[in-house]
């Protein structure tokens, strides 16, 4: 199993840009599809972005498609999630996840904060 630390969270203003990484133990990363979950007070966790183990095939939930944009590093054993065009209704713990595709997730990490403001 992997083990998934988040980081790269933090507050920013509506329009404004961060960049989350989630780095991977393990020397089976490259092995595994990545994805990023978000979950909003009072809200269940959603989906956000996914990513195919080689990085050739990537998937966006609706809500995002166009303003984030997923990526890995095999090398580096690292995933990330850059957010550009931010909302306040992004704001939410953003998740890591790795498992063999969307919905298919089954280690996470313990999630960084995001919060945008109006």
């Known amino acids: 199993q992997v083990q998934l630390v988040e980081s790269g969270g933090g507050l920013v203003q509506a329009g404004g840009s961060l960049r989350l990484s989630c780095a991977a133990s393990g020397r089976t990363f490259s092995s595994y599809a990545m994805g990023w979950f978000r979950q909003a007070p009072g809200k269940e966790r959603e989906f956000v972005a996914a990513i195919s183990w080689s990085g050739g095939n990537t998937y966006y939930a609706d809500s995002v498609k166009g303003r984030f944009t997923i990526s890995r590093d095999n090398a580096k054993n690292t995933v990330y999630l850059q957010m550009n065009s931010l909302k306040p209704e992004d704001t939410a713990v953003y998740y890591c996840?790795?498992?063999?595709?969307?919905?298919?997730?089954?280690?996470w990490g313990q999630g960084t904060q995001v919060t945008v403001s109006s």
């Open positions: 996840a790795a498992g063999t595709w969307y919905p298919d997730f089954g280690s």
